[in-house]
């Protein structure tokens, strides 16, 4: 499977983007899908994943201003951010796990800076 991500660039504090990832590839094995983000000198952590039944999973920080979603038949997911802060700012990096979970791969990331 691999993946592409698009959508990141430079926004104002309070402003949104949208992120998409696109799998190509096995796709028939991919089950949750998700974003992860690493800002500079962090760890990378998660954002938010969400199984192929639609059950989603945010981090505390993200919650209620970030919104996850997911096109089976395009293979690709989405996260709608809002009300960006500075803290948001990072390297967002799309993932998808098969459907046993035994194996993961990555998008190439997409960087989001938001400025004060």
């Known amino acids: 499977v691999q993946l592409q991500a698009s959508g990141g660039g430079l926004v104002q504090t309070g402003g949104s983007l949208r992120l998409s990832c696109v799998a190509f590839g096995s796709v028939f094995e991919i089950g949750v899908m998700g974003w992860y983000r690493q800002a500079p000198g962090k760890q990378r952590e998660l954002v938010v994943i969400?199984?192929?039944?639609?059950?989603?999973n945010y981090a505390a920080s993200v919650k209620g201003r970030f919104t996850i979603s997911r096109d089976n038949a395009k293979n690709t997911v989405y996260l709608q951010m809002n009300d960006l802060k500075p803290e948001d700012t990072a390297v967002y990096y799309c993932?998808?796990?098969?459907?046993?979970?035994?194996?993961?791969?990555w998008g190439q990331g997409t960087l989001v800076t938001v400025s004060s």
């Open positions: 969400v199984s192929s039944g639609g059950i989603t």
């Open positions: 993932n998808v796990q098969d459907r046993t979970g035994s194996r993961s791969y």
